[in-house]
C-alpha cells in the first residue's frame, strides 16, 4: 500500500511540474528563455540575432529553428501586459483588433535587448495579426537603433501575405536598413524550408 502511495505522489509531482511549462506572460517560453534575455548562441564570428513574438507558440517555433540554423541569439519579445486568448480572438471587441485599428498604438515590451550594438543582421518574427504586424513589433523598431543593420521578417499565417505588413514596418526604420528576403511561413513549415530561406539570404555561409 506505502509503496503504491509512493507512485501516486510521484506521477502528481510530474504532472505539476509539466503543467509550469509553456505560456508566460503571452509567449510560448518552452524553451527556457527567460522573459528579459537573450538566449546567447553566437560566436565571435556572428552577430546575428533572432527576434520573436509569439502568442501561441507558432512564430517561437519557426524563430527557435532559424536561431539554430543560425547559431544565432534568440531574443523573445515579450509584452508588459500579457495578452490572453480572449485578447487574440477573432472578436469587434478583443484588445487585437482594437490595437490593429489604430497604428499609433505602441505596447510596451518587457525588457529590452542586451548590448543591441553588438548584431549587424536582426531576424523579427511575428504572426500576421488583421493583415498586419502586432503593433508591438513597431515598438521593438522604434525602441532600437538600427541604423545601418540588415533586417529581414518572417511571419506566421495560414493565408495572408506578408507584403502589407512589411510596406508599413519599412516606415518605421531608418533609410540605411539594409532589407533582407522576408518571407510567411504556415505554422507547420519544416526545418527545410526554413533552412532554405536562410540559405537564400546568405546567412548560412
Known sequence: MKKILCIFIVLIFLLASAGCVGVNGGQNTGTGVDNNTVQS???DKHHVLVAVFSATGN??????????????DLYVIVPEVPYN?????????????????DPTVRPAINGSVPNPDKYDTILIGYPIWYGQAPRIICTFLENNDLNGKSLAAFCTS?????????????TLVPKNVKW???????????????????????LTA
Not at 90 to 98: G, K, P
Not at 160 to 167: D, F, P, T
Not at 180 to 198: H, K, N, Q, V, Y
Request: a negative charge; charged letters at 35%.
Open 59 to 72: 512564430t517561437k517555433r519557426i524563430a527557435d529553428s532559424a536561431a539554430r540554423i543560425l547559431n544565432a
Open 180 to 202: 533582407l528576403d522576408s518571407r510567411r511561413f504556415p505554422a507547420e513549415a519544416s526545418g527545410d524550408d526554413i533552412r532554405g530561406w536562410l540559405d537564400g539570404m546568405g
Open 41 to 43: 548562441n553566437n560566436d
Open 85 to 101: 486568448e480572449e485578447d487574440i480572438s477573432y472578436s469587434t471587441e478583443s484588445r487585437a483588433i482594437r490595437e490593429q485599428s
Open 158 to 170: 495560414d493565408s495572408s501575405g506578408i507584403e502589407e505588413s512589411l510596406e508599413y514596418l519599412h
